[in-house]
């Protein structure tokens, strides 16, 4: 079963709002920010470019491990998900005091931000004795309301939104219980058509399809999928056609983002227990030609600092 909640009149976008694009930001640059292993607590660091120094994001009084933050649209902000606590929002510099995503119950988790209304969608958990089930909800910029924007049957995780801000990636899992053998969980990858309320399954696969991302244009979505044996990352056209394997070679390869002009893929690279975060360059004339895997060490070679889920967007200035 699929529900799609209609949004509100006031946040229909007007055809002048959905020509810009991320490429005619003229006065912006290109931000980072990822989770650092720092004195066995995962926290967040900043980068303004991707040649800049690090400097550590000041979350205030929120304890715990942060993961899988998110830049707002102007950078001033990040969302991320602290384990067991929900989801928080807090600025960049430390200006504001850090504002937490209220639900009635359950957790808030996997966020990610309309480029061009500032609303926060994410994915809501709720456990049960028996079951567990996750909706997607799209929270207003200043975090006052809260309104369901999709529920299926089952668990809808990861989703990210497009550039244009009408369309949502999601995974979506599904339980299988064949009659003979034993049963399994696949993840497969489905978009919403926001202003339509028309949800589809991108890729058919029997794998675990996770973590998909936008290119900057909208033209394709990377994702990580164990589809070969481990988790290694792929990109589609957000057709569903035009398949392609982008790396091949030990460890896992998980939550992929994009550089602002999507000729590179900054991704978590997962190597006997430790984290890191590796590059892969876009080399559309290369179809399933793996591309060379170089790691991205923004605090020196010979650091030793464990790092994972970076998001990189470019930002208004």
């Known amino acids: 079963m699929i529900t799609w909640f209609p949004k509100a009149a006031s946040r229909v976008l007007c055809s002048c709002v959905l020509a810009i694009g991320l490429f005619a930001v003229t006065n912006g640059h290109a931000a980072l ?6 004195d066995g607590v995962w926290q967040l660091y900043h980068q303004v470019d991707f040649d800049a120094p690090p400097q550590r994001i000041p979350a205030q009084s929120v304890s715990g491990d942060k993961g899988a933050p998110r830049l707002s649209p102007d950078g001033k902000r990040v969302a991320f998900e602290v384990t067991g606590a929900g989801l928080y929002v807090c600025s960049v510099q430390g200006e504001e005091t850090c504002r937490q995503v ?10 990610t931000w309309n480029p061009h209304t500032g609303d926060l969608a994410f994915s809501h958990y709720v456990f049960a004795a028996d079951r567990e089930v996750a909706t997607i909800k799209l929270a207003s910029d200043d975090l006052a309301s809260i309104r369901p924007l999709i529920a299926q049957t089952g668990i809808q995780d990861f989703p990210d939104m497009a550039p ?3 369309r949502l990636a999601y995974t979506s899992w599904l339980t299988l219980m064949p009659y003979r053998g034993g049963i399994s969980v696949v993840q497969q990858l489905w978009t919403l058509d926001i202003d339509r309320g028309k949800a589809g ?24 999928s164990n589809r070969t044996g481990r988790y290694e990352l792929w990109t589609i056209g957000a057709d569903g056609a035009d398949l392609r394997r982008m790396t091949d070679g030990p460890g896992d390869k998980t939550w992929p983002t994009w550089s602002p002009d999507g000729t590179r893929i900054l991704f978590t690279h997962t190597q006997t227990g430790r984290s890191d975060l590796s590059l892969v360059r876009v080399d559309k004339s290369k179809g399933n030609e793996k591309s060379e895997i170089r790691p991205y060490r923004p605090f020196g070679a010979d650091s030793g600092f464990q790092l994972r889920d970076a998001d990189w967007r470019r930002v208004t200035d």
């Open 164 to 166: 244009d801000g009408r």
């Open 201 to 224: 399954q991108l890729l058919l696969s029997n794998a675990g399809d996770i973590h998909p991302r936008w290119s900057p244009d909208g033209s394709r979505i990377a994702f990580s």
């Open 102 to 111: 209220s639900v009635e119950d359950g957790y808030p988790r996997r966020p």
């Open 33 to 38: 920010v990822f989770s650092v292993l720092e």
